[in-house]
């Protein structure tokens, strides 16, 4: 008896604890992060270079992404190579607003996915290599390679799910639920082989400028 009393204690303390915790959270406030505009993001990463203007969305794309900060543009490389770069940042998801995965979005735009795997992606500054999404991706007669992952509070996942429970995880012992979803798209050319590598290569040179706009 006097062990399940102890229990039944220590068990209540736990819980006005937690609820004191959450509602101290809730009255604070979600914490922010210092960060740049993604507008920012650099022009040149390693030897790929912008190509045109970045994209914007019209309203009604927007209005359905809800992200706080993103940017979407085409780079080149050597041997005419080419890649696209999308990163959508929200600031905080407590208010109903996160990442809108490629798996459902594509798929209404008339893409069709296919070959679903995972690549590891080994950031250029040494950082520690982290495992990204792989699908290939056709409409029409385009066809591309589409690597991407969820980023931010100091890791870079593949899996959603994961992500969400670290989000939930941080959010309540660092105050933080902001983050970005981070997609590279690299049309084929030449092999398969050829096609995995320059994407491989663009998202490694992509990572470590990240940390500045989408904060550790």
Known sequence: MKTRATHFWAMAALLLLGGAVVNFWAAAGEARAPRRAL???PAEVG???????DVRFDAATEAVLR???YVSRDYTGEGNRTASLYVGYYATQRAGATYHSPLNCLPGSGWVLKEPSTVEVRP??????????????EHGGDRMLMLYWYQGR??????????????VFDSIRLRRSDGAMVRVLVPFRGS???????????AALVAPNLPAYVPD
Not at 47 to 53: C, D, F, M
Not at 124 to 137: H, L
């Open 39 to 41: 507008a920012e993001f």
């Open 47 to 53: 030897g790929w270079r912008r190509a045109g203007s």
């Open 67 to 69: 992200a706080d900060d």
């Open 124 to 137: 250029a500054d040494g950082r520690a290599p982290f495992e990204a999404n792989s699908y290939v991706i």
């Open 154 to 167: 100091g890791r870079a996942v593949a899996n959603e799910y994961v992500d969400k429970v670290y989000t």
């Open 192 to 202: 398969e082989r050829e096609t995995a590598e320059t994407a491989a290569q663009f």
